[in-house]
């Protein structure tokens, strides 16, 4: 006999802007958590001269790294003029360098990881000799003879593409019908064959997957089961602590820190929620977020990691402008390790989305896609609606609320071509800038 729906599901499958609250949450502090992180960062250090010699806009520190950046202007807009919201701010890996996405964090990372591996296995890297030296003629040549596959809807193709072809690798990316043209065109140009699948994210993905394990010559990068990607995200916590810091906000118990992270498969938002986890212990707690057609997370999480799960089974389409974000099942990796860490996953529509990538051009100036817009509402979920009273009664009480940091996390944007962009602007424009999700 399957369970009675919840009310959370019931509105989630109606499509209206929900916030899911996870009652297994249990914010403490990490030692595991903590060691990932550490070893993340270990890891980025020791690639950086090779990065810094693949990719000369990273500059001679070989790092990749956004902005946190304080976004009152948008305040007002949003309507989070009100001391229960505290300091809000923005970080910008929609202007990360190398692939214009929070995907660059995972996709590079992993493509040089196993770059790495496979030179050492075959003798072409000696222990503790800099991995700078795979730029050599032998390594190129090692490289050209291998592929890297990875199936995607559009970023994380571009961040394993351009880190692949870089190192001279072939690079194969299978990509879902969601993904948009110009991400295609652009992968073309590089030099990446892009194989386009009719289905969805999960099909290309199974596809990739199939193809890949298929050549012996071929290394697939597993977007639904990667420890590699994941780690690679993860590492942005320890960038952020420093910038909150410098800022004069440091994470405490008087203080603590809300995160708002755009979920497709979940990867990336479990990446930077873990790292968060493990930097930062009981003092932050992180949230994702999807568009109401896709919410892969929330059905996952909501129904127990051990029930496979699809947006599919409450009758959603799964189609959403957010592309990023249009996938029907969550990671079950990333699922498992979130059980206890995640605080919870709200729901926006697209024509929210919309409307608040508008807002934070017109306001801010900032260059978001869809996907990179979810954010904003978070502050609303958390620290205004009734639906986050359970979640303010147990981990915001209000003589904390205006100590808060709100960061929302701007995931991709700046590699949207202007004639997209410009669509977008019109499009949120024309909607108003009433935001549906204000009046849940
Ligand atoms: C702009 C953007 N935001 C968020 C995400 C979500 O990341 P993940 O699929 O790892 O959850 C993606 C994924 O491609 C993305 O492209």
């Known amino acids: 006999m399957t369970a009675p729906e919840t009310p959370v599901l019931a509105r989630v499958r109606a499509g209206q802007p929900t916030l899911w609250t996870n009652p297994d949450y249990a914010p403490?502090?990490?030692?595991?958590?903590?060691?990932?992180?550490?070893?993340?960062?270990?890891?980025w250090q020791a690639i950086a001269p090779l990065l810094a010699a693949l990719f000369p806009e990273l500059g001679p520190a070989g790092t990749i790294?956004?902005?946190?950046?304080?976004?009152g202007a948008l305040r007002a807009p949003l309507g989070y003029d009100t001391p229960a919201v505290g300091p809000l701010l923005l970080k910008a890996d929609h202007a990360l360098p190398v692939a214009g996405s929070v995907k660059a964090r995972g996709g590079v990372f992993e493509v040089v990881m196993t770059a790495i591996a496979q030179a050492r296995a075959a003798g072409l890297l000696r222990p503790g000799e800099s991995p700078a030296a795979l730029l050599s003629p032998q390594a190129r040549a090692f490289f050209a003879a291998r592929s890297v596959a990875v199936g995607s809807t559009g970023n994380l193709g571009l961040s394993v593409g351009i880190a692949a072809r870089a190192l001279g690798y072939r690079a194969v990316v299978h990509m879902s019908a969601d993904a948009k043209a110009w991400k295609v065109e652009r992968l073309r140009a590089l030099g990446v064959e892009v194989v386009r699948h009719a289905a969805?994210?999960?099909?290309?993905?199974a596809a990739a997957r199939a193809a890949s394990e298929a050549d012996p010559l071929s290394a697939f990068v597993d977007d639904e089961d990667s420890e590699l990607l994941f780690r690679g995200y993860s590492a942005a916590a320890r960038e952020l602590a420093g910038q909150l810091d410098a800022l004069g906000l440091t994470i405490g118990p008087e203080r603590?820190?809300?995160?708002?992270?755009?979920?497709?498969?979940?990867?990336a938002p479990g990446g930077v929620a873990w790292g968060a986890r493990g930097m930062f212990g009981p003092d932050v707690h992180p949230f994702f977020v999807e568009p109401v057609q896709s919410p892969s997370a929330l059905v996952q999480m909501a129904r127990g990691v051990e029930v496979?799960?699809?947006?599919y089974d409450l009758g959603l389409s799964n189609r959403t402008e957010a592309d990023g974000m249009a996938v029907a099942t969550m990671s079950a990796l990333v699922a498992r390790r979130m059980t206890r860490r995640l605080a919870g996953v709200f729901t926006v529509g697209d024509d929210d989305l919309l409307r608040s990538l508008a807002l934070a051009h017109d306001t801010a100036g900032l260059r978001l896609e869809p996907s990179a817009a979810a954010g904003f509402a978070g502050p609303h979920f958390t620290a205004l609606s009734p639906q986050g009273a359970g979640f303010r009664a147990r981990h915001l009480p209000p003589e904390r609320a205006a100590q808060a940091?709100?960061?929302v996390w701007a995931t991709g944007g700046s590699f949207v071509p202007d004639a997209r962009f410009r669509g977008f602007l019109d499009a949120g424009r024309a909607l108003g800038t009433s935001l549906d999700f204000s009046r849940t």
């Open 256 to 267: 603590p820190l809300l995160l708002y992270l755009p979920c497709g498969i979940g990867g």
């Open 200 to 205: 969805d994210y999960t099909s290309a993905v």
């Open 28 to 43: 403490e502090p990490d030692p595991e958590a903590a060691a990932g992180l550490a070893t993340a960062v270990a890891d």
């Open 308 to 311: 496979p799960s699809s947006v």
């Open 405 to 407: 940091v709100h960061v």
């Open 65 to 71: 790294t956004s902005d946190l950046i304080d976004i």
